[in-house]
């Protein structure tokens, strides 16, 4: 709810950096995607106080996003692993079209 009610709250980074060490992941996931909707001066060690945490596969995505946001950039994509495969033309067609579907 804070990060909703920011500007209303005048101790939120305190309250934020609270929140990005708390033990329960769910409270760190909002502190990081609070973070980065803040100034990259605000925002910066409240990401870092939540990177030193474990994270599951929610709290990775939205961190890294964070990250990026706060320093202007994208979010880099993973490469993705290329297939060998002994398919050619129309059956290779095929088959990678089939593979989106999924």
Known sequence: ML??????????ASLMMAAARDKNSRVRLSAIVAASWM??????PIL???GKFPMDKWT????KTAVAHLNGLNV?????????TALQGRSLRYSIRESHLQ
């Open 60 to 63: 990775t995505h939205a961190y």
């Open 48 to 50: 870092a106080a939540a």
């Open 3 to 12: 990060r909703y009610t920011a500007q209303q709250v005048p101790d939120q």
């Open 76 to 84: 880099a994509r993973e490469s993705e692993v290329k297939k060998k």
């Open 39 to 44: 100034s990259k001066v605000t925002g910066q």
